[in-house]
């Protein structure tokens, strides 16, 4: 797919807050290579695991086979346990957190 298919968050105005962003952020992306989001696209719960928001975005991308690129810099910002959740997910099939948005739209580009 080339990279005119990629959905940015930031230009079609999708932001996940809650668990109810989730479904409407994964309908704007059918028929896409995938989403792009940024650590700006998303609210400050998002990165508090506890409160599921993160797990339910990224379990929904993974059950539609749609690809979710998750920009963020420094993991570090969020703590401890979402650095080892990125660490995991730097070379995830579906769900990928890159520290960079090159990076990201790289490997949504060479989707299928």
Not at 5 to 21: F, K, Q
Not at 35 to 64: C, H, P, S, W
């Amino acid at each position: 797919m080339s990279e005119t298919s990629i959905v940015i968050a930031a230009e079609t105005g999708i932001r996940v807050a809650s668990v109810a962003d989730v479904n409407d952020a994964l309908g704007v992306c059918f028929g896409a290579a995938g989403l792009l989001l940024t650590e700006a696209d998303v609210d400050a719960a998002v990165f508090d695991l506890r409160t599921g928001i993160l797990g339910e975005l990224m379990q929904k991308f993974v059950n539609y086979r749609m690809r979710l690129a998750l920009v963020i810099p420094d993991p570090a910002r969020h703590g401890e346990r979402f650095v080892e959740l990125a660490r995991e997910h730097r070379t995830h099939a579906v769900v990928r957190m890159l520290p960079s948005v090159d990076e990201a739209r790289q490997w949504l580009a060479s989707a299928g």
